[in-house]
Each structure stands twice: as structure tokens, then as C-alpha cells.
């Protein structure tokens, strides 16, 4: 025990002396420079800021301090002995191949972490183009080759092929890049706090059905959109089952239901049902979340009533279409009829009631090649070529294409991405005002808002009363359902007045919070802001807006936030189609999906850092 007592304290380095003015005040060594004359010692420097003696016999690596001739000589007697005495020439020699090894590895190592940036970037080409995996390895990589050993030279090619782009490797690197992006979303998430999403459901190619979901979230300077998942519906697609799926994905990633303020889904009773339905299942947990009805689903809902005269007319044009563009003979014998009568077009289109475009389009070159489509009828000894010599049905034919290019011009109108809720009520409320319009101009006799319509009328000797009164009742019945299906517009269209011009203090605001309402006289009065919101988007605006004044713009920010429909699942689904298909349908389609779809892109440089950069053999 005293032998361990009587050991010497070590000091703290503020310790060493009773009086601090006695301390000697310690010195930076200054670093040791190299000699030229070490090279005889079998050592070279090293070109960091700190010169240190490297050996270029076996290329160890002395601290600076080291950088004695007495240190380098005891380290070349001790472990290079042989070395000892050798001519300038033997030293030179040495440390030229030692400096060419070096080179080598450099190189070596410089084309492998290329390789891999190189795979992962043809990689993200391939999942964008939604195109199998192996079609690198069989097509992209070879071509690739043939073309740089001719445009440039044979080493260009044989280094393009020590990029690794095999099939298994191209999908492992869109899978790291699809948890990449989908970690970068849940992070911007969470930032934003609060987060709508977009939900539908689809049985792919396999039958294996897809849930998938889209996140709508304010960023730094916009609202943003970006696909979340895609998964796999275990068992049956049932509210019970899609809430697992939904809620399993937030606990993976600690994401709060209480944060998720909006929901957009269709009218299926599996999303909707308030007991057993997925919207019940997310009350559950967030009794404060709203449920948004697709307003492109509600739109081709509201017009796919037709009163049974038109419908008539439209049952007989499927008939015609059907018996000219499914038998194959058929379609050859129309299609040269049509190319020797100088027709604009040569075939006729297929309609899918799925499809919510397909009836417009589809009546509209029927009618441009009615002509066309009598004559192969006639000669055909079709029973409903007589139709066309009715010029009663004709008219109504030409009601229906008019009526219905412009149900698809408004549809089209509420379609695309980052398009906010308050822009497609308008277009829909503008579309009710027409329908009156078109109403008040048919009780006078007027139907030039229906060119083809009036263009017939005008030039047949067919009664207007009949057809004007048929069209009047369509377009009354079709009022009746736009209204039924948007009982929404009229309260909150009105009430987010301010919304959508700040600028205009009106009535709209008088539901807002005292407070708030002093908030908005002052934007209003904020010339600055106000050539701000000309040259804005609207969600940029407000985003903008919430720097200065938080509160109103994030009351403003939470109106803008939902979905207005499901056309961004729709899309995805699309492209859903193109990526599993029947030579694909065992793959797991989420991170090619999700990789394929993302504007989000991935962060390769994160990527690349964390594996180890290797060459193709």
C-alpha cells in the first residue's frame, strides 16, 4: 500500500508552479522540414501540411518528430539492412516505383468509387424509364461499349464495362434509393408538422392488391407532394386491413396520426364507411381529421346519368363501334375506306366506361366519321345503318358530343399535379354557372353554345322543338346532380374568399378570429406582399406570408393543404401497369415504383458514402 502512495501526482496542465507568474510559457515546436539527403535513408515526405517521413521500401509512415537522420537510419538498419550502402541510382530507382505503385492505387481507387457513383445513376435512369432490370446488362452496358470503342478507343470501352450494372446489382441500388427518398419525405414530414394524404386502392397484374398513398406537406417555400408508399394488401382490401398497412408505415417511422390533417380518397364504401371503413378506422385515432371526396370522381359520377333517350343513341354508337373495331377484318376493310375517301382519320376509338374521357372522345370521331361509318354499314347490311338517315338521332349524337367534350374539358381542367382544392372548386362552380347559362339560352331557342348541335340543326330540315326540349332536360337534370354532388362548394368556396385574395377583405373573413382579422388588415395594406402575390403561386404566397404573419399563414396554409382528388394515384397506377406486367409479375413493386415516379431525387452522394466502391469483373 505505501509503495503505490509515495507515486508522484500528475499535474493539471494549468498546474506546475505555486505562482503563476514563475509558469514557463510553453513553446510550439516548429515542424521538422525534409532533406533531400534522407532519400539515402530510404525515406521520401509525405505531402500534407505537416511534412512526415514515409519509407518507400515498405511505406510506413514516422511522425514529423521522427524526421531526424538518426531516427530515419536506425529505422533502415533495423528493417531494411540490405538497403545499406547502395548508390544514388538504387535509391532513385526505388522511390520511382514506389511513386508508380502509389499512382496506380489512386487510379485504381478513382475508377471504382466512379464505377459505383456511374451504377447508381444508370440505375436511377433505368427505374425512371420503368423498364426490367436486366435491360442494362443486356442492351444499355453493350451499347454503351460498342459506342465508346468506336468513338473513342478500346480503353474507353473496357473501362465503361467496370462499371457494376448487373441485374442483381441494378436492384439493389433502386432499392437503397427508394428508402432513400422515402426517409428524405418523412424527415421534411416531420419538419412540416402537419400533413394530408391521398389514398386509393388498385389489383395489379397479379391480382395482388395495392394500397397506395400520397403525402401533401408544406416545404420551405411551397406545399409539396410526393408519393409515401406502396404496399401490398395482405388479405382482403377491407377498412381494417388498409388502416393496418397505413398504420404499421407511420410506426415504422414514428409518425403521428394526430399530424395527419386531411384525408382524400373515392367513394368506395371500403374508404368511406364510418363503422368499419377505413375513414372510421383513422377517427379512431384522430377524431379532428378530415375526409375529402375525389372531385374528379365526383365530377364523372355527376355526369354519367343520361336520360334513356340519349342513352339509347349512345348504346346504338357502342354497338357500331364494337362490330367495326373488334373483328380484325373489319377494322382493315374501314380503315381503307376511310384512306381512299380522304378521311382525317382512319380508325374508329373503343369505349371503356372505366375510362372517364373515353365516351367524349370516342362519340366525337364517330360523328367526324359518321359519313364513313354509313356507308360500311350500308354495305354490310348492318341494321343500324339506318340510324343515320335519321336526322332526329344525329342530332342527339351531336348533343352528346358537344355535351360530353365539354364535361372532358372541364375534367381535364381538375387534373394535374400540385393543383390546390380552391382552384378546382372554381372550375367546378364555373361549370354550374354555364349549365344555367346553356339552360336559360335553350328555353330561348339558342343552342349555339353546342356547335355541332347548331351546325346540324342549321343545315337539316329536322324539328328544333323535339331535340331543344331533350337537351334543355338533360342539361337540367345534369344541374340537379353537379348539386348534389357538391353541396360543399357553395359553404366553403364563399368562406375562403380570403384566401384565395387577401387583398379584398370581404365578408368571407368575418368568421375569423378577431385577431386574425387584424392580421389580414395588415397584409392588405403590405404593398410589398401585394406585388408578391402577382408573381406567386398561391401556396407560394402564403408560405411566404407565414414568416411574417405565422398564425394567419398557417390558418391559410391548413385550407390549402388537402388533396382535391385522387389523380396523383391514378397516375402512379398507370405507370404501376407498365412496371409489373405479366414477364414481371412476381416483383416486388414498391421501390421501383417509388423511384420510378419521385420528383424527390435521391441523395447518391449519401449512398455512395456508406458502401464500398468495387469494379466489375
Known amino acids: ?116 457513383e456511374a451504377s447508381y445513376a444508370v440505375s ?84 395482388d392488391a395495392q394500397l397506395l398513398a400520397f403525402v401533401r406537406y408544406k416545404d420551405v417555400s411551397d406545399i409539396n407532394e410526393h408519393i409515401l408508399f406502396c404496399k401490398k394488401l395482405p388479405g382482403k382490401t377491407t377498412g381494417g386491413e388498409m388502416f393496418q398497412v397505413i398504420d404499421s408505415f407511420f410506426k415504422e ?60 343513341v349512345m348504346d346504338d354508337a357502342v354497338k357500331m363501334i364494337n362490330f367495326i373495331q373488334s373483328r380484325p377484318l373489319n377494322h382493315r376493310l374501314f380503315e381503307t375506306l376511310c384512306h381512299e375517301n380522304g ?45 343515320f338517315e335519321d336526322a332526329n338521332w344525329v342530332a342527339r349524337l351531336a348533343y352528346l358530343v358537344d355535351v360530353f367534350t365539354k364535361l372532358n374539358e372541364l375534367n381535364q381542367s381538375l387534373q394535374g399535379k400540385e393543383s390546390h382544392i380552391l382552384k378546382m372548386y372554381d372550375r367546378v362552380k364555373g361549370f354550374t354557372k354555364k349549365l344555367e347559362l346553356w339552360e336559360r339560352k335553350c328555353d330561348e331557342g339558342d343552342v349555339s353554345c353546342f356547335p355541332l348541335l347548331d351546325a346540324h340543326l342549321a343545315t337539316t330540315d329536322v324539328a328544333w322543338g323535339p331535340v331543344v326540349k331533350l337537351v334543355k332536360a338533360h342539361l337540367s337534370k345534369l344541374s340537379m346532380y353537379f348539386s348534389q354532388y357538391f353541396q360543399d362548394i357553395e359553404k366553403n368556396s364563399e368562406r375562403l374568399d380570403w384566401v384565395r385574395d387577401p387583398f379584398i377583405v370581404s365578408e368571407s373573413s368575418s368568421n375569423l378570429h378577431a385577431r386574425l382579422q387584424e392580421h389580414l388588415m395588415d397584409l392588405s395594406s403590405d404593398r410589398g406582399l401585394k406585388i408578391a402575390f402577382a408573381e406567386k403561386t398561391l401556396t407560394e404566397f402564403w408560405c411566404d406570408v407565414k414568416k411574417e404573419y405565422p398564425e394567419l399563414g398557417k390558418h391559410a396554409l391548413f385550407e390549402l393543404l388537402p388533396f382535391g382528388s385522387t389523380y396523383m394515384c391514378e397516375v402512379t397506377f398507370s405507370a404501376l401497369t407498365h412496371i409489373k406486367t405479366k414477364q414481371r409479375n412476381r416483383l416486388d413493386v414498391e421501390n421501383s415504383l417509388v423511384t420510378a415516379v419521385s420528383t424527390l431525387p435521391p441523395d447518391l452522394s449519401e449512398l455512395i458514402k456508406d458502401k464500398q466502391a468495387q469494379v466489375s469483373h
Not at 155 to 173: E, G, W
Not at 284 to 290: A, L, R, S, Y
Request: glycine letters at 6%.
Open 1 to 116: 500500500m505505501d509503495k503505490w502512495l509515495k507515486r508522484p501526482v500528475a499535474l493539471d496542465p494549468g498546474e506546475g508552479s505555486a505562482d503563476p507568474k514563475t509558469r514557463k510559457k510553453e513553446t510550439k515546436r516548429k515542424p521538422r522540414q525534409y532533406n533531400d539527403n534522407y532519400i539515402f535513408f530510404g525515406f521520401t515526405s509525405t505531402s500534407a501540411d505537416l511534412p512526415q517521413p514515409q519509407c518507400f521500401f515498405c511505406g510506413e509512415i514516422l511522425a514529423n518528430s521522427a524526421m531526424k537522420p538518426a531516427h530515419l537510419q536506425r529505422h533502415q538498419s533495423t528493417k531494411h539492412s540490405g538497403s545499406i550502402g547502395k548508390t544514388e541510382a538504387f535509391y532513385k530507382r526505388k522511390l520511382s516505383e514506389f511513386r508508380s505503385g502509389q499512382t496506380v492505387m489512386m487510379k485504381a481507387t478513382s475508377v471504382s468509387s466512379k464505377a459505383l
Open 253 to 312: 417511422h414514428d409518425l403521428q396520426w394526430n399530424t395527419c390533417s386531411h384525408i382524400c380518397t373515392d367513394g368506395a364504401t371500403a374508404m368511406t364507411g364510418s363503422g368499419k371503413g377505413l375513414f372510421g378506422h383513422i377517427k379512431k385515432v384522430n377524431n379532428d381529421i378530415k375526409w375529402m371526396h375525389c372531385i374528379i370522381h365526383r365530377e364523372a359520377l355527376a355526369s354519367k346519368r343520361v336520360c334513356p333517350d340519349l342513352c339509347a
Open 124 to 207: 436511377l435512369l433505368v427505374a425512371k424509364s420503368k423498364k426490367p432490370h436486366s435491360i442494362v446488362e443486356e442492351l444499355i452496358l453493350p451499347a454503351a461499349s460498342v459506342m465508346a470503342e468506336i468513338m473513342i478507343d478500346k480503353k474507353a470501352a473496357d473501362t465503361l464495362k467496370k462499371v457494376p450494372l448487373s441485374n442483381n446489382t441494378v436492384s439493389r441500388r433502386i432499392n437503397n434509393m427508394s428508402v432513400n427518398i422515402i426517409g428524405q419525405v418523412v424527415k421534411k414530414i416531420k419538419q412540416a408538422g402537419q400533413f394530408a394524404l391521398q389514398l386509393d386502392e388498385m389489383t395489379d397484374v397479379s391480382g
Open 343 to 387: 378521311a382525317e382519320h382512319e380508325q374508329l376509338l373503343l369505349h371503356t366506361d372505366v375510362r372517364w374521357l373515353s365516351r367524349g372522345k370516342t362519340l366525337l370521331r364517330l360523328y367526324e366519321l359518321r359519313n364513313e361509318v354509313f356507308m360500311f354499314l350500308k354495305e354490310h347490311l348492318h341494321p343500324l345503318a339506318v340510324v
